[in-house]
């Protein structure tokens, strides 16, 4: 379990690096890409020629005996859920920084841009079961400790259920929402509640990896141990054929993950522990951006 000192320590750095990324490349971009669910009444105001006639209130009209039509504004409050996969794979990390910081950072970006909207934002963590859910709320205080927790949830050694996760998001949040789902899909069987989610969701897919799952080094005979199941087993690195079906490997899921969200039309982006976040993230906003214009 991680000591306080250094979570706090971890979330100090999180907050300072995001809150900067945020005044210095993220302002404005949230707001254009992630839009209200819907519109309400704002006001009725006198009839102008040129008015669609389909909004006057007919009413209004008859008590005050000329024209008025009804506005509406988009319903800008948004519930923003992070999704959160903390199972054991999360705690890998060969690098600066493991899965499980990545997607503290990820989660922590994103979540100070809905607050500066004015959304509330909640959080899911899951491993094999739902261990713990936080109800949507307002401020900052409530980033920060979406922050601790995925910060100190890092060191769980369960497996991945995304589908169960899924199902209990669908369970209790009945109103549509944005989902960003944050774990490495070492999973497999939640294509079903994949595609349910994203009927009834804005979903966002956000696969974390670590440049050694997609590439094993040249260093000779290795114990490998499965920090979910925890069996070990043995690979020879020093092999051109175990290094070459290891990448393949990673391709091959990597593809079939791409190809999954283009099918079922979801958002995604790809992060990994060895680049910085903030070009993926604009990335992700500037195709949304693009898309949301072509309706």
């Keep these: 379990m991680i000591d306080t000192?250094?979570?706090?320590?971890?979330?100090?750095?999180?907050?300072i690096l995001t809150s900067r990324l945020v005044d210095e490349r993220m302002s404005g971009e949230y707001h254009s890409?992630?839009?209200?669910q819907g519109i309400e009444f704002d006001e009725v105001r006198e009839?102008?020629?040129g008015d669609d006639i389909r909004t006057i209130d007919w009413n209004v009209t008859a008590r005050m005996g000329h024209p008025f039509i009804k506005r509406y504004a988009e319903e800008r409050e948004l519930t923003v859920l992070f999704l959160v996969d903390i199972s054991g794979s999360q705690c890998f990390g060969s690098g600066a920084r493991s899965k499980a910081e990545l997607a503290a950072e990820l989660a922590c970006l994103l979540a100070l841009s809905a607050i500066r909207n004015q959304d509330k934002v909640g959080l899911i963590l899951f491993s094999d079961r739902i261990d713990l859910c936080l109800p949507p709320r307002k401020g900052r205080t409530s980033v920060m400790r979406i922050v601790r927790e995925v910060l100190a949830a890092g060191s769980t050694r369960r497996g991945t259920d995304?589908?169960?996760?899924?199902?209990f998001l669908n369970r209790i949040q009945k109103k549509k929402s944005v989902i960003f789902l944050?774990?490495?899909f070492?999973?497999?069987r939640y294509m079903k509640e994949l595609r349910i989610t994203a009927?009834?969701?804005d979903l966002v897919c956000c696969p974390v990896s670590d440049p050694r799952e997609q590439e094993l080094p040249n260093v000779g005979l290795v114990e490998i141990?499965?920090?979910?199941t925890g069996a070990l087993f043995l690979a020879d690195t020093a092999a051109d054929e175990c290094r070459a079906a290891f990448r393949a490997q990673a391709e091959a899921s990597q593809a079939a993950l791409k190809s999954a969200f283009l099918k079922y039309g979801i958002d995604s982006v790809f992060l990994s522990t060895e680049r910085p976040i903030a070009d993926d993230i604009m990335r992700l906003f500037r195709l949304r951006e693009i898309r949301i214009g072509r309706r």
């Design 182 to 184: 944050i774990s490495d």
């Design 186 to 188: 070492q999973d497999d």
């Design 225 to 228: 141990q499965d920090p979910e």
């Design 162 to 167: 995304i589908a169960g996760a899924l199902r």
């Design 33 to 36: 890409v992630f839009r209200g």
């Design 5 to 15: 000192a250094t979570l706090m320590k971890q979330v100090g750095r999180i907050r």
């Design 199 to 201: 009927r009834k969701h």
């Design 47 to 49: 009839y102008i020629p």
